[in-house]
């Protein structure tokens, strides 16, 4: 069984920062690419941030400059740090991960998400 943990949500003002951690554990052969996404009420979830294992990294237009992925393939982990938020921001942010599991099958792991509220 693989599990991805998240944390580090919460409540924050407008030009705050907050920082995401996950981690991925259980049957893990390999990690591929690690990422964020996020999914806003009535919206669609959309990728914010991902990471691949050589450290290739893709970011979405509206948090360039501002978001930073980063990862420990050690400690399998993947973090986010948010600075200058916006109320746009706030959304359920799910940790997602590329991996094969160690049974040798490909596997889509998500986390059970954390809450960001960016309050105006």
């Known amino acids: 069984q693989v599990q991805l943990v998240e944390s580090g949500g919460g409540l924050v003002q407008t030009g705050g920062s907050l920082r995401l951690s996950c981690t991925a554990s259980?049957?893990?052969?390999?990690?591929?690419?690690m990422g964020w996404y996020r999914q806003a009420p009535g919206k669609q979830r959309e990728l914010v941030a991902a990471i691949t294992s050589a450290g290739s990294i893709n970011y979405e237009d509206s948090v360039k400059g501002r978001f930073t992925i980063s990862r420990d393939n050690a400690k399998k982990m993947v973090y986010l740090q948010m600075n200058n938020l916006k109320p746009d921001d706030t959304a359920v942010y799910y940790c997602h991960a590329d991996l094969v599991h160690a049974w040798g099958l490909a596997l889509d792991a998500w986390g059970q998400g954390t809450l960001v509220t960016v309050s105006s």
């Open positions: 259980g049957s893990i052969n390999s990690i591929n690419a």
